[in-house]
């Protein structure tokens, strides 16, 4: 791409480019508000983990329902199996039965176990025909159809109540974090420029981006299922860039402008801005663009939606930057310093303080470098022990009400009572043979007698008083089983060759030891592996966990050589070094090293919970260092092309390394510290998130940018840089001649290019 004949058609066709921006933004207006609708709260499961394949079997072959919640029943002067309970109950759940997309309900008045030791609580599983990310829908209506009776409180629980939840909280999250960064990031952009329209001119774009960016993720989402974690991400990335880019071409404008004059000037200054600031822009979104699109290599919904979702901002911050903004430059011209509040110098000196800070550095650069690497390496420690396990109830505040059914039903019944392990097992033959009761009775005892389970339920489970022989001799007569509630239970678990298994144990999904009993079930060379002749399919809440842990892990490393190689093809081309991207890819590991280890220290180990208001979780969320990495690795990277393009700069007109480290921090330190300002205010701002991971999401990107704008910008890059010298500028002349034809003028040629032209009028 040419931006130098781009930044001449942003100036002769600006009104045009305007015009075009504003009917996008007129079209997406009414689509905009509708996102959040359009997005769901599942995405943490794939149909080709072993624990989504068990429960397929058992829906398409045993016909068992694909989502459930539960209704639960309290009361403080009514006690389960009184006339009075059961009136009480029958009156407030009478037209819950008939509601939509439910198909059956399971009475704790047939199922002792669902009712409390001491009788005042209870809960009936409620069955649906909707699939889990869809179930959500079922709620409202059974809500509608539920009735208030004095002295019973009735609440709606489980997994559709817990998804619906995190729909409405992540909505109202989202509202917060708008109201407390937009006026912070004005603020800042003030002290920046010290002019409104200058400090208004990146805060209208950002939040152009946002907006367009939001109508067209529900256009996705109308097509393909997308997470409802994307809506906080989509600000946070949109506002943050597109904020951050516009500051950079703002600054540059400012900057090209302030030693300009004649009747061409502001044609020239933007012609220079978009050649030079818009190329980096183009080049750093380009970056944080892969690191997005890294994400979409995952199979997961969740993951692969905020990879698309993050595209398209991405995408949009760059487009309206090197489009948009300078088009409104060439109307605006001088104006854009209107409404001055303070005066702030435009132009960066040649010994500024940021050069002075590189200067210091570089005189010490092994005594700055081993302390600064070892706080980074330190500060990921805590990443050692990290504990990843999948999002449930203990995300959302205590509260919402699916949390505080979880937290009743937790204390009455323990967490395992409602994430039992099932398990799918196929004999050879009829399950009800003899020889086969023979086999189930034996592996059930197996089972039952692990110190883990507290609870086997199976066709040899029906009744503890009947023996082995009486259960084939139940299940052998001609006449089929002869008592009712065996031969319901008997439809119920089995079907010809398969029968169901559940497990329960006294642990949560998300507990290691139930986690360890779904790896020892499976494994064929464990005491607890089927008898010969029987297979198993193993399903169910620790299951679910463990496969998603395992795959998400497993996939990783090639979303990150993917990341890692694009970036550093992107950075060479840009760069015209190879050491300088190695370097680059170095220093932003660290600093994401260094954000997981708080995040570790923060959420898993549960530092700073009573401050940031949480409940700490004992875990990270799956999904939340990849979604971090693909993310900072963008991000970091964005700075890091902000200050290399000053220092290329700087090192084409010198050849100077230590002259070129220098210029190009004074030229860039304050606009990439400011940018970095403005990302840290709006991730910031979600750390007041009532949703655990949307708080841990902003606290992670606020701390890994800040320490990126700090410690590594300012002290590890000029500490390297001065120990590389010219090596850092080092390419084959072979590779630099072939360059020439992708990129043919640098940001040093064109401003050599208008230094000429400046003496020249002289």
Same mark, same amino acid.
């Given at each position: 791409m040419n931006f130098d004949r781009l930044g001449r058609f942003t100036v002769r066709r600006r009104w045009w480019i305007v015009a075009a921006w504003a009917t996008l933004i007129l079209l997406a207006i009414p689509f905009a508000p509708r996102a959040p609708g359009a997005l769901s709260a599942g995405g943490f499961i794939l149909d080709d983990l072993e624990s989504a394949r068990a429960k397929q079997v058992l829906q398409q072959e045993l016909g068992l329902e694909p989502s459930a919640f539960v209704l639960v029943y309290t009361s403080d002067s009514l006690t389960a199996g009184t006339p009075a309970w059961v009136t009480a109950v029958s009156q407030a759940t009478r037209d819950v039965a008939g509601a939509p997309h439910v198909t059956r309900i399971l009475s704790h008045v047939m199922a002792p176990g669902q009712v409390s030791a001491d009788g005042h609580t209870a809960y009936d599983i409620v069955f649906l025909d909707l699939p889990p990310d869809d179930s959500p829908d079922a709620i409202p209506p059974v809500a509608a159809a539920l009735h208030q009776v004095p002295g019973l409180t009735v609440r709606i629980g489980g997994g559709p109540a817990f998804y619906g939840d995190v729909q409405a909280v992540t909505e109202t999250d989202l509202r917060r974090s708008e109201l407390i960064s937009l006026p912070l990031a004005a603020i800042a952009l003030l002290v920046v420029f010290g002019s409104v329209i200058a400090a208004a001119i990146p805060l209208a774009v950002g939040g152009a981006a946002v907006l367009v960016a939001l109508a067209a993720i529900f256009v996705v989402a109308s097509l393909t299922p997308m997470s409802i974690f994307v809506l906080n991400l989509a600000t946070l990335l949109g506002l943050g860039l597109g904020v951050d880019y516009s500051l950079l071409m703002t600054s540059r404008f400012r900057e090209e402008l302030a030693h300009r004059d004649g009747p061409d000037r502001v044609a020239e200054a933007v012609r220079v801005t978009v050649a030079t600031a818009g190329r980096a822009v183009f080049f750093s979104g380009l970056t944080v663009l892969l690191g997005l699109l890294g994400l979409v290599l995952?199979?997961?919904?969740?993951?692969?939606?905020?990879?698309?979702?993050?595209?398209?901002?991405?995408?949009l911050a760059v487009a309206a930057a090197i489009t948009l903004l300078p088009a409104v430059f060439a109307i605006l011209g001088t104006r854009i310093d209107a409404l001055a509040i303070r005066r702030v110098t435009v132009e960066p000196g040649a010994d500024g303080p940021w050069a002075r800070l590189a200067r210091r550095v570089m005189r010490h650069p092994v005594a700055v470098l081993i302390p600064t690497l070892t706080l980074l390496l330190v500060l990921g420690i805590p990443f050692l022990h990290v504990r990843f396990n999948a999002p449930?109830?203990?995300?959302?505040?205590?509260?919402?009400?699916?949390?505080?059914?979880?937290?009743?039903?937790?204390?009455?019944?323990?967490?395992?009572?409602?994430?039992?392990?099932?398990?799918?097992?196929?004999?050879?033959?009829?399950?009800t043979t003899p020889e086969n009761i023979a086999k189930l009775w034996d592996y059930s005892r197996r089972l039952a007698a692990d110190t883990r389970v507290s609870r086997v339920s199976g066709l040899v489970d029906v009744d503890p008083r009947l023996t082995l022989r009486q259960y084939q001799l139940l299940y052998g007569g001609t006449a089929g089983p002869p008592d009712r509630f065996v031969a319901t239970s008997l439809a119920?678990?089995?079907?010809?060759?398969?029968?169901?298994?559940?497990?329960?144990?006294?642990?949560?999904?998300?507990?290691?030891?139930?986690?360890?009993?779904?790896?020892?079930?499976?494994?064929?060379?464990?005491?607890?592996?089927?008898?010969?002749?029987?297979?198993?399919?193993?399903?169910?809440?620790?299951?679910?966990?463990?496969?998603?842990?395992?795959?998400v892990w497993s996939d990783f490393p090639r979303t990150a050589a993917f990341i890692?190689?694009? =970036?550093?093809? #992107?950075?060479?081309? $840009?760069? *015209? /070094?190879?050491?300088?991207?190695?370097? !680059?890819?170095?220093?932003?590991? %660290?600093?994401?090293?260094?954000?997981?280890?708080?995040?570790?220290?923060?959420?898993?180990?549960?530092?700073?919970?009573?401050?940031?208001?949480?409940?700490?979780?004992?875990?990270?969320?799956?999904?939340?260092?990849?979604?971090?990495?693909?993310?900072?690795?963008?991000?970091?990277?964005?700075?890091?092309?902000?200050?290399?393009?000053?220092?290329?700069?700087?090192?084409?007109?010198?050849?100077?390394? =230590?002259?070129? #480290?220098?210029?190009? $921090?004074? *030229? /860039?330190?304050?606009?990439?510290?400011? !940018?970095?300002?403005?990302?840290? %205010?709006?991730?910031?701002?979600?750390?007041?998130?009532?949703?655990?991971?949307?708080?841990?999401?902003?606290?992670?990107?606020?701390i890994a940018v800040a320490l990126d704008a700090t410690v590594v910008r300012a002290l590890l890059v000029p500490a390297t840089m001065r120990l590389l010298g010219k090596w850092n500028w080092w390419v084959p002349a072979r590779l630099d001649r072939a360059l020439q034809g992708v990129l043919p003028r640098t940001e040093a040629q064109v401003e050599a290019g208008v230094q000429a032209e400046l003496e020249a009028a002289r």
């Open positions: 995952f199979e997961f919904m969740i993951l692969r939606s905020v990879g698309i979702a993050g595209a398209l901002v991405v995408g449930d109830a203990t995300i959302l505040p205590s509260s919402v009400p699916s949390r505080e059914t979880y937290d009743i039903l937790a204390r009455e019944f323990g967490e395992g009572a409602f994430a039992p392990i099932a398990i799918a097992v196929r004999t050879t033959g009829d399950a119920a678990t089995t079907r010809g060759n398969l029968t169901a298994f559940t497990i329960t144990t006294p642990y949560g999904p998300n507990r290691d030891e139930g986690r360890a009993l779904v790896r020892e079930l499976r494994d064929p060379a464990s005491p607890l592996a089927p008898p010969a002749g029987v297979t198993v399919q193993v399903g169910g809440g620790a299951a679910d966990v463990d496969d998603v842990v395992s795959r890692v190689v694009t =970036t550093f093809l #992107v950075l060479f081309v $840009l760069l *015209r /070094s190879v050491v300088l991207p190695v370097k !680059a890819l170095v220093m932003n590991t %660290l600093s994401i090293l260094a954000s997981f280890g708080a995040l570790v220290w923060i959420f898993q180990d549960g530092n700073l919970s009573s401050p940031l208001g949480f409940q700490p979780l004992g875990f990270v969320e799956t999904t939340q260092p990849v979604i971090l990495f693909c993310v900072l690795f963008g991000l970091s990277m964005d700075y890091e092309v902000f200050l290399l393009s000053r220092m290329k700069e700087a090192w084409d007109k010198t050849r100077n390394n =230590t002259e070129a #480290v220098a210029r190009g $921090l004074e *030229r /860039s330190g304050r606009i990439v510290s400011s !940018a970095a300002l403005i990302v840290v %205010l709006v991730a910031g701002s979600f750390a007041f998130a009532d949703i655990v991971l949307i708080k841990a999401l902003g606290l992670g990107v606020a």
